[in-house]
């Protein structure tokens, strides 16, 4: 078993069983913390798959972005409504999240029976690029790629999406101004 | 060398606990944190099959995209939950059950 096998294992293992820790404990602020493990594992996989810069914005916007909004949207709405519910979830543990482990199982086995069948190693259009060395190399210079395609090929979907930021970041400074009319 | 499958069944996983988070809990900000996740597993699909293209890398692309989006939809939502809070004092989707005016 190679290093990088082995790195990505452990990636994926830290990032399977923090979400499950995220999903499962009933502290709700140490849940956000366990968040913050997930999104770094997931930015080392990132780093695996050879894509350093989606890895490094992962962790700039992802961590330094929105989990300091949701922490503060935490810290906003009160901690009384933290209590109740954990109290609420201590007394029906069982009935009430079974519909959901029952409609997560089985669509995990849904998802990963499509995987299988699907053996996505095997597809043609991937071993065409195998086979044309078009795939990443570990060698790849990819965030010069991603700099020159971003102003060539992607720069409209670049352009509807930075028009698209500026109208949530009015919409959300509109939706939480103070004032009765909002 | 990584397989593509493996990437594959990790987005799974992710995306099941992200529909679980989304199903079962009883706080906004938790659903919120359950979508990131379906996210997180999307974009990690979109990374892996950018793999294979490296010249349009239409993958990378496109999950900075996604990451970029997810960050907006998080703060409208984020905005969203706290004028929920304001007018209900709770923030539990399964109690949020009147559009206009809430009364007592």
């Known amino acids: 078993m190679t290093m990088v096998k082995l790195l990505f294992y452990a990636m994926a293992f830290i990032a399977l069983g923090s979400a499950l820790f995220v999903a499962a404990t009933k502290n709700l602020v140490r849940s956000v913390f366990m968040f913050f493990i997930t999104l770094f594992a997931l930015a080392g996989l990132y780093v695996l798959a050879i894509a350093d810069f989606v890895a490094i914005t992962q962790i700039v916007i992802y961590v330094g972005g929105i989990l300091v909004l949701i922490l503060f949207a935490f810290m906003l709405s009160g901690r009384e409504n933290l209590n109740y519910v954990a109290a609420v979830q201590n007394k029906f543990i069982s009935v009430r999240k079974l519909p959901a482990i029952l409609l997560a199982v089985a669509f995990l086995i849904i998802l990963v029976n499509v995987v299988v069948k699907m053996d996505p190693d095997n597809l043609v259009w991937i071993k065409n690029a195998v086979a044309q060395k078009s795939d990443i190399q570990a060698n790849s210079n990819m965030t010069e790629n991603i700099g020159i395609n971003l102003m060539t090929n992607y720069l409209l979907p670049f352009e509807a999406v930075s028009i698209l930021l500026m109208i949530a970041l009015i919409g959300a400074a509109h939706l939480s101004r103070k004032g009765d009319t909002a | ?104």
């Open chain 2, 1 to 104: 060398m990584i397989t593509l499958t493996d990437y594959l069944l990790v987005g799974a996983g992710l995306f099941c606990i992200g529909i679980y988070m989304v199903v079962s809990k009883s706080n906004a900000i938790q659903v919120l944190i359950g979508i990131e996740l379906m996210l997180n597993a999307a974009i990690l699909n979109l990374v892996a099959f950018g793999g294979y293209d490296r010249f349009n890398n239409a993958g990378q692309m496109f999950a900075l995209f996604a990451i970029v989006l997810a960050a907006a939809t998080t703060a409208v939502a984020l905005a969203i939950i706290l004028n929920v809070y304001k007018r209900y004092k709770t923030i539990d989707p399964g109690k949020v059950d009147s559009l206009k005016e809430w009364e007592g």
